[in-house]
């Protein structure tokens, strides 16, 4: 049996689209990693989580007794965290004001400082820092040259601040972040930080199978309109998407999407996660997760420490299944067998 990736779930489904002024409430940190810890397949269960550093489940201000608390209850469920995600949109952008950037930077700044500390603690072996751009795309549409540029900048002042607390940052490949929001206009935004040894890409396979589909940016769609999702052509534009992106990318997201495109709340187009085994998931998961693991000869990269689960805007209701966190369980645990170590 294979011992890397090591299997993780992300935190922030509990968060994301819920809370106060949503339709359910957020679900609690405790009661995220009690779910994932009671999952267990055929003696296999989940080795960490990813965590979201926004309230109600980790403060970004958080102090250093609260940080060792963090630790010892991800550590009573013999848990590790790998990638953290910085709370960069709430009152800063990569694009915008000078105070907006300068609130961007400073989050990922307190991203790194728990990182870090939760590194030292003994709690966090690997892993990176998650950012985007927190841009729309009809901002960044109204000057792509400037806002790329821009961007491009604020990313390279995160990154001065990632490489002196040790720390590595992921953009992540989202369709609604501009600048981020195509896969060309990814690698542009990629190619002009240039900083390669510190900012890499996060593939999310839910999210980057939209990148196929040219969704906010037409011109650089792979597949024609109309595509019929005929396995063979599906597996070519995924061979020319992780070509151009594999080379980037430092964390990976394991992910189904049945490639429907809805709007939500600030997000320009976006799609959103399906269950692993939703009928109408257009990715057979541990196949097409070869793409990003795997080089062109099909040889393992061996990048990747450890894979996430990343299923937002799943009811509460599901979320509370066992079979749901069984069920992901099982993916990520084919997806290991098949292309891992």
């Excluded at 949109?89 to 990182?115: E, H, L, P, T, Y």
């Excluded at 950012?131 to 390279?156: C, H, L, M, Y």
């Excluded at 080379?247 to 996660?273: C, E, L, M, Y």
Aim: aromatic residues 8%; negative net charge.
């Amino acid at each position: 049996m294979n011992q890397f990736p090591k299997l993780h779930n992300a935190m922030w489904p509990g968060l994301v689209g819920k809370g106060p002024d949503a339709e359910e409430p957020a679900i609690d940190l405790d009661t995220m990693l009690r779910l994932t810890a009671e999952a267990e397949v055929g003696g296999v269960k989940f080795d960490g989580v990813d965590l979201f550093l926004y309230n109600p489940h980790t403060d970004i201000d958080i102090d250093d007794d609260g940080l060792k608390d963090l630790a010892e209850r991800v550590q009573k469920y013999n848990f590790v965290v790998g990638s953290v995600v910085a709370p960069v949109w709430f009152d800063g952008a990569a694009m915008g004001s000078q105070q907006q950037r300068d609130n961007f930077v400073a989050a990922v700044g307190k991203a790194c400082r728990i990182a870090t500390r939760l590194r030292e603690l003994g709690v966090r072996p690997y892993g990176v820092v998650r950012i985007d751009s927190a841009t729309g795309v009809g901002a960044w549409n109204e000057n792509p040259v400037e806002g790329t540029k821009q961007i491009a900048e604020t990313f390279r002042r995160a990154a001065d601040i990632a490489e002196d607390y040790g720390e590595r940052l992921a953009a992540e490949g989202e369709i609604c972040w501009g600048g981020m929001h195509s896969w060309r206009a990814m690698i542009d935004l990629l190619e002009q930080v240039g900083r390669p040894q510190t900012l890499g890409f996060q593939a999310d396979m839910a999210h980057t199978l939209l990148y196929l589909l040219g969704y906010n940016a037409p011109q650089d769609r792979i597949v024609p309109e109309n595509f019929n999702w005929e396995p063979a052509a599906l597996d070519e534009a995924l061979q020319t998407l992780t070509a151009a992106l594999r080379p980037w990318t430092i964390d990976f997201h394991v992910a189904q999407n049945d490639a429907t495109v809805k709007g939500s709340g600030s997000h320009d187009k976006t799609g959103r996660h399906c269950l692993a085994d939703d009928p109408n998931g257009k990715l057979d998961i541990p196949h097409h997760a070869g793409f990003w693991l795997r080089d062109d000869q099909g040889n393992l990269t061996k990048t990747i420490q450890h894979i996430c689960w990343d299923g937002c805007m799943f009811p509460n209701e599901v979320m509370g299944q066992p079979s749901t966190w069984n069920n992901i369980l099982a993916a990520m645990q084919a997806v290991r067998e098949q292309h891992g170590w």
